[in-house]
């Protein structure tokens, strides 16, 4: 046995932290991502495609969203924007459009919202 044969072995951190770490972070983070809802497509779906600034502005008489509105919690906020169920609250009416957004663009929009107030 010499010390010549385990020499290869010193490459091992590396090829842990290749093949194992950093494949493993990459699935955490777009896990993340996936779940928490991404702002900067947010920014872009509340502000040229939904338009709720339109309607949402401090200069108009629907209710504040920046931050998310009051009494909403995020998972029910990102609920309704799925499927028009407000919960247990009444349901918004007329002018606010029944939207039927996708659960990545509910988030996305949802994150945005929480980077305003
Ligand atoms: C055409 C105007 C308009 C647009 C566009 C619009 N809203 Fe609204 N929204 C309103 C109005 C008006 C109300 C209040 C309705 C009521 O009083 O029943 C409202 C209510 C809401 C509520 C309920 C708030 C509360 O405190 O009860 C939420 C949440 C909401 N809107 C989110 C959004 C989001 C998110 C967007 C964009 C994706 C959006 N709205 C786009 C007009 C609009």
């Avoid at 709720?52 to 998972?75: M, N, T, V």
Wanted: net charge positive; glycine share 6%.
């Amino acid at each position: 046995m010499t010390k010549g044969m385990w020499r290869p072995l010193g490459v091992l951190p590396a090829v842990v932290l290749l093949f194992v770490v950093l494949p493993a972070t990459r699935f955490m983070s777009t896990r993340a991502s996936t779940t928490a809802g991404d702002a900067a497509r947010g920014d872009y779906l509340v502000n040229q495609v939904a338009m709720c600034a339109q309607c949402h502005s401090s200069r108009s008489a629907a209710p504040r969203i920046a931050g998310l509105p009051d009494g909403w919690p995020e998972e029910d906020f990102v609920r309704f924007l799925k499927t028009g169920d407000p919960g247990d609250r009444p349901r918004p009416l007329a002018p606010m459009p029944p939207f039927r957004m996708n659960d990545a663009d509910a988030r996305a929009v949802a994150a945005y919202l929480k980077t305003l107030r």
